[in-house]
Each structure stands twice: as C-alpha cells, then as structure tokens.
C-alpha cells in the first residue's frame, strides 16, 4: 500500500512563498504520476498541477500558471510544491496524489489517482 507523507503549509502574506512536500512510500514512486490539489472550505477540490514519472509532461492550473512550479526527486521519492506570489486566494488544504493505476492519462483530474496524502493547511493573509 502506498503512504504518502505531506510537509510544508503554514501562514504567509500575500507575495510571499511557501513549499510543499510529499514523500512516498510502499510503491514504485518512480513510475508514478504525481498531482497536487486543494479545497477551499465549502468548495471541491481543485487541480493545481501535476508531473508524469519521466518529467516530460507538467500541467498547471490556470489560477496557479507563472506562480507555482511541481517538480519531482525519484531519488528521494519525493514530489514538491514551490508556490511563490501567494495570493489570499490561494488559501486552502493542499493534497498530493499519486497516479499507480494509470487507468486514466489526462493528470487533471482527482479521480485518476489511486492514492492521496492527508493534506497541508496553506493560508495566505491579505
């Protein structure tokens, strides 16, 4: 069973940067297409972006475009965050989700992945 393990969140002001972490355990991490997601209170969750195993292919979210970059560590079975000129809307829970199944190919949408961390409280103050 796959274990993923997120870090990184807190409080910032707006402009400011945060990064986020998530580690993977129990599977072939390297083989794995890896997403990031958030939900707002009250709200469904949110692609935000997402990197194929070979790095080839990343997609971003239209809110978080020239903001946020993914990357990922396969040495390290580890996918990251950088979120940079936060905005208060960028507030939410932040989830990391991998892809082990890869049944679906899109990356974009929460239901192609087999696997989620529990998530990581971002707020951004205005």
């Known amino acids: 069973q796959v274990q993923l393990v997120q870090s990184g969140g807190g409080l910032v002001q707006a402009g400011g940067s945060l990064r986020l972490s998530c580690a993977a355990s129990g599977g072939t991490f390297s083989t794995y297409t890896m997403g990031w997601f958030r939900q707002a209170p009250g709200k469904g969750r949110e692609f935000v972006a997402t990197?194929?195993?070979?790095?080839?292919?990343?997609q971003y979210g239209d809110p978080v475009k020239g903001r946020f970059t993914i990357s990922r560590d396969n040495d390290k079975d580890t996918v990251y965050l950088q979120m940079n000129s936060l905005k208060p809307e960028d507030t939410a829970v932040y989830y990391c989700a991998a892809d082990a199944s890869q049944l679906y190919g899109l990356g974009t949408i929460y239901y192609e992945y087999d696997y989620w961390g529990q998530g990581t409280q971002v707020t951004v103050s205005s």
């Open positions: 990197i194929s195993w070979s790095d080839s292919k990343i």
